[in-house]
């Protein structure tokens, strides 16, 4: 009778698990026939340089308008990508689609001579990064928006580069190329600030959930990667900055640049070409 029991219980899980996967298998198929229908868009977020109060670029967040549905963060739909090489479909679209953006906005709007121009961030998750693929993607996306690779940045997180030395390999080459490789969501990984010197990488941003936080401890950690950062070289963006006194505060780190709510939510593209430079007040 115990044996029938577990058998039931073994055909529940069957059951749930099978259901799961054909979830999974479906909400694959519908990312494939979005990304092919052209339901994908991309959001920009504005980073700013702290020190000039001066718009530093923009970081390209995805959205899928899904028909019926509405606006479908990448948190429901990124993570199912990255089980298989989908992710790598679409984040080659978000590379070509947001170089192509950035260039057409620098053709419309050309900053005066000596300014620093605007650069375009990219997420590159890091099945794409262990990808032999991702060098022909990001050439390819240069070559075709014509956008020097100085202005593309590629955000990757730290997990990626500790654990895969592929992945390490990979993003050494890209950097050769010219691109800005910037680490996202520090201090969510494994690494230590010791091992940043051995990374090839130019900026670091650091992970909202600690420079909101106000634990004890948690605002002296901040300002210790600010400095352990700067010591390696590497510039340093404070994320998800919703507070006026976290302004000042990270200025009076020395903290490069801050990017969050209170400087501006993600926009669309038409949004952005209508703002193109937020004031901020400099130094204050
Ligand atoms: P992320 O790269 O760390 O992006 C920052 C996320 O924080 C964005 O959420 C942004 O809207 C949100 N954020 C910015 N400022 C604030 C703030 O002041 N407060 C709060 N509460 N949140 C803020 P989003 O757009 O939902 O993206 C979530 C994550 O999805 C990204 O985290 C990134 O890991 C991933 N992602 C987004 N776009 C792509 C993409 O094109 N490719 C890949 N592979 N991943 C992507
Ligand atoms: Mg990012
Ligand atoms: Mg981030
Ligand atoms: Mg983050």
């Known amino acids: 009778r115990a044996k029938h029991r577990?058998?039931?219980?073994?055909e529940l899980f069957d059951e749930a698990l099978r259901l799961q996967l054909s979830a999974r298998s479906e909400?694959?198929?519908?990312?494939?026939?979005?990304?092919?229908?052209g339901e994908m868009t991309l959001h920009y977020q504005?980073?700013?340089?702290?020190?000039a109060g001066r718009l530093e670029g923009y970081e390209a967040l995805v959205r899928w308008e899904r028909p019926g549905v509405g606006t479908v963060p990448p948190g429901d739909f990124v993570p199912v990508a990255e089980e298989s090489s989908l992710i790598c479909d679409l984040d080659r679209w978000v590379l070509h689609e947001a170089t192509r953006q950035l260039a057409e906005w620098r053709a419309a709007d050309p900053v005066e001579p000596g300014e620093p121009e605007p650069t375009v961030a990219v997420n590159v998750s890091g099945r794409h990064l262990a990808d032999?693929?991702?060098?022909?993607?990001?050439?390819?996306?240069?070559a075709a928006s014509g956008l020097p690779p100085r202005l593309l940045v590629l955000e990757v997180t730290e997990t990626v580069l500790v654990n895969d030395p592929v992945a390490f390999t990979h993003l050494a080459a890209l950097r050769e190329l010219g691109t800005t490789i910037a680490i996202d969501d520090f201090g969510t990984g494994y690494t230590s600030i010791g091992q940043l010197g051995n990374m090839p990488v130019d900026t670091l941003k650091i992970d909202r959930s600690?420079?909101?936080?106000?634990?004890?401890?948690?605002p002296e950690l901040v300002a210790l990667m600010i400095r352990a950062a700067h010591t390696f070289g590497l510039t340093v963006v404070a994320e998800g900055v919703e507070e006026e006194e976290q302004v000042a505060w990270l200025r009076d780190q020395a903290c490069d640049q801050a990017?969050?709510?209170?400087l501006s939510r993600p926009l669309p593209a038409a949004a952005v070409a209508a703002l193109r430079r937020p004031a901020v007040p400099a130094g204050a």
């Open 27 to 37: 909400m694959e198929a519908a990312i494939v026939a979005g990304l092919a229908a």
């Open 132 to 142: 032999r693929r991702i060098l022909a993607d990001v050439t390819d996306a240069l």
């Open 259 to 262: 990017q969050g709510y209170l």
């Open 46 to 51: 504005p980073v700013l340089d702290l020190a």
């Open 6 to 10: 577990g058998r039931g219980r073994a």
């Open 210 to 218: 600690f420079v909101a936080s106000t634990q004890p401890g948690h």
